[in-house]
């Protein structure tokens, strides 16, 4: 089973920057797709971006702030998030990708506290 390492959050001021990282390890496959979901207090769990091999999504929430990026050869993902928000805050978890099947593997996210 893949496990998930989140880390980078923090407490920032409205239109600060952070930057999140996540490193998976303990599968011998390959992992073909990342993602970044959050967290917000007594809401669900929602996608943020993902990344494969040939492009990105983000959450219309996000976009145009955030970018995340890979490095395929480390298993890691990152998420550069600039401008942040109030809404922005949560616990930030990744996720991975495997054979086209989405893991329901998760770590134990980074938190994020933005305050305006």
């Known amino acids: 089973q893949v496990q998930l390492v989140e880390s980078g959050g923090d407490l920032a001021q409205a239109g600060e920057s952070l930057r999140l990282s996540c490193a998976a390890s303990g599968t011998p496959l390959s992992i073909d797709a990342m993602g970044w979901y959050r967290q917000a207090p007594g809401k669900e769990r929602s996608l943020v971006a993902t990344?494969?091999?040939?492009?990105?999504y983000y959450d219309v929430s996000v976009k145009g702030r955030f970018t995340i990026s890979r490095d395929p050869a480390k298993n890691t993902v990152h998420l550069q998030m600039n401008n942040l928000q109030s809404e922005d805050s949560g616990v930030y978890y990744c996720r991975v990708r495997i054979g086209h099947v989405w893991q329901d593997s998760w770590g134990q996210g980074t938190q994020v506290t933005v305050s305006s």
């Open positions: 990344i494969t091999d040939t492009g990105t």
